[in-house]
């Protein structure tokens, strides 16, 4: 199956301070990117995604890159806020297999106000 | 639409009951998802189905662990018999259909699975 790796596990960031996550796999035929978040307590949720046709992609406070050819994808949050506390999981899904997607083990981010 | 619907949201149990769960997808999606999240082992995936039929099992831990999805509307995760280590928070997900304009996994709310 795909191999997904998350770094960091866990990251402390002062808030207003930039987060950068990164997400490494193994299959170069992926071919979607999300980003969830999962608060807690709660449900995982869709924050973030990218095809694999596009470079990057912004939402407000909240980007996600990618780099095919070194298969990594980043999330990244900029002037952070207390709210912005969670767990950050990136899904690649694999060409092959359509509908599944591969969750890495998650990224603890706490933000300090 | 109500979002992905789970039952029941909290169970305690006794070792050697059976538990059933349960999860209304989305209505249109094509795909559901059962996961188990632990601290130890995070999001894992058991089981999942397109159009009412399991396309890839080889998650479920073994044969205490069964799903079935008798229609598009309804399906059901049983443990029989349950052991204290399958104590953990299960989530149903759905989706629409892959390559759409759709990709996103809607998540239910969970249920909170505790076996003493």
């Known amino acids: 199956g795909e191999n997904v790796e998350q770094h960091p596990s866990t990251l402390s960031v002062q808030e207003g301070d930039s987060a950068v996550i990164k997400c490494t796999y193994s299959?170069?035929?992926?071919?979607?990117f999300p980003w969830y978040k999962q608060e807690l307590g709660k449900r995982p949720q869709l924050i973030i995604d990218?095809?694999?046709?596009?470079g990057e992609k912004k939402d407000q406070r909240i980007a996600v890159t990618l780099n095919k050819t070194a298969k990594h994808f980043s999330l990244h949050i900029t002037e952070t806020q207390p709210e912005d506390s969670a767990v950050y999981f990136c899904?690649?899904?694999?060409?092959?297999?359509?509908?599944?997607?591969?969750f890495g083990r998650g990224t603890q981010l706490t933000v300090w106000p | 639409d109500a979002g992905v619907i789970q039952s029941p949201r909290h169970e305690v149990t006794e070792m050697g009951q059976e538990v059933t769960l349960r999860c209304k997808p989305i209505?249109?999606?094509?795909?559901l998802f059962w996961y188990r999240q632990t601290m130890m082992r995070g999001l894992e995936l058991l089981i999942y189905?397109?159009?009412?039929?399991?396309?890839?099992d080889s998650g479920m831990p073994e044969d205490r662990f069964s799903a079935k999805m008798p229609n598009a509307s309804f399906s059901t995760l049983k443990i029989q018999p349950s052991e204290p280590r399958d104590s953990a928070v299960y989530f149903c997900?759905?989706?629409?259909?892959?390559?759409?304009?759709?990709?996103?996994?809607?998540f239910g709310p969970g249920t909170r699975l505790t076996v003493l």
């Open positions: 990218i095809r694999s046709n596009v």
């Open positions: 997900a759905s989706s629409p259909l892959a390559g759409g304009p759709i990709n996103e996994q809607f």
């Open positions: 299959d170069s035929a992926s071919n979607y």
């Open positions: 209505s249109g999606h094509d795909y």
């Open positions: 189905f397109n159009n009412n039929v399991p396309i890839d």
């Open positions: 899904a690649p899904r694999r060409g092959s297999t359509l509908g599944r997607l591969y």
